[in-house]
Nanobody, 123 residues
Framework: QVQLVESGGGSVQAGGSLRLSCAVS????????MGWFRQAPGNQREGVAA????????YYTDSVKGRFTISQDTAKNTMYLQMDSLKPEDTALYYC????????????????WGQGTQVTVSS
């Protein structure tokens, strides 16, 4: 089993920054890919970014490229999402996920999920 705990959400004004953290514990050798997803009210869960645990290869959805940066600290078993130049449309509940998906965007292929952390961006 793998446990994921997110932190770092909050409320900021447009143009501001936040850094989300996802602490990982348990059977971490079972993890191939870790990702950040978000879900706004009335919307489907959306893949934001992902990173391979082994080599650090990253993926981003187009709407966050150049603004968000995903990273990991393997010594601390923690994944991060640095979010800069935040926009009101980034407002959502953000989740971290882990597993061995074939497609990084497909939330159904991730085995483990955190409880979510709220990000609210005001204009």
């Amino acid at each position: 089993q793998v446990q994921l705990v997110e932190s770092g959400g909050g409320s900021v004004q447009a143009g501001g920054s936040l850094r989300l953290s996802c602490a990982v514990s348990g059977y971490t050798s079972s993890i191939g890919l870790m990702g950040w997803f978000r879900q706004a009210p009335g919307n489907q869960r959306e893949g934001v970014a992902a990173i391979w645990a082994t080599d650090g290869l990253t993926y981003y959805t187009d709407s966050v490229k150049g603004r968000f940066t995903i990273s990991q600290d393997t010594a601390k078993n923690t994944m991060y999402l640095q979010m800069d130049s935040l926009k009101p449309e980034d407002t959502a509940l953000y989740y971290c996920a882990a597993g061995r998906p074939l497609r990084w965007r497909n939330s159904n292929e991730y085995a483990y999920w955190g409880q979510g952390t709220q990000v609210t961006v005001s204009s």
